[in-house]
């Protein structure tokens, strides 16, 4: 018994040490993507909410319904020159939030491996630094929809 009591108090002291997974941390919400016509590449969105004590870091995202999800983000400068650059991590700041919505971070859709159409669900599963993962489902809304 006495055994037990020491692993215990062990445990109780390594609580602190130990933090969540990035994944769980995040809590996503308004997830869209913008089929466009002609199997151009779609645009995808998200609100991610970080209810997390520290950063999460997105390094990558994938899609059965996709051969290819590049993380964005679009630019444009004082004299109204547009430029989109892909990223190879994106930080979600402690308590903090990042939207990905159009003309800014986005997920860059590539390939799809089978016809979409509005009102699909998709699902796009991030990848965080530490490993984790987090599935998402996506709904699909025309090439006409706004935020």
């Known amino acids: 018994m006495k055994h037990h009591a020491w692993l215990f108090g062990f445990m ?4 602190p040490i130990v933090h969540a997974a990035q994944a769980d941390q995040i809590k996503p919400s308004h997830a869209w993507i913008r089929l466009l016509p002609a199997n151009l590449p779609a645009g995808a969105y ?30 444009s400068d004082p004299a109204g020159n547009s430029d989109m650059h892909m990223l190879d991590r994106l930080v979600v700041p402690a308590h903090g939030q990042v939207l ?48």
């Open 12 to 15: 109780m002291l390594l609580a």
């Open 46 to 75: 998200v609100t991610l909410d970080n209810q997390g004590a520290s950063a999460a870091v997105l390094v990558s995202a994938n899609s059965a319904a996709y051969g290819s999800v590049m993380l964005h983000q679009s630019t």
């Open 100 to 147: 990905l919505a159009p003309a800014s971070y986005h997920l860059m859709l590539q390939q799809a491996t089978h016809p979409l159409k509005p009102g699909d669900t998709v699902e796009i599963t991030f990848d965080f630094a530490d490993g984790s993962r987090l599935a998402v489902p996506f709904l699909v809304r025309p090439a006409n929809a706004a935020d």
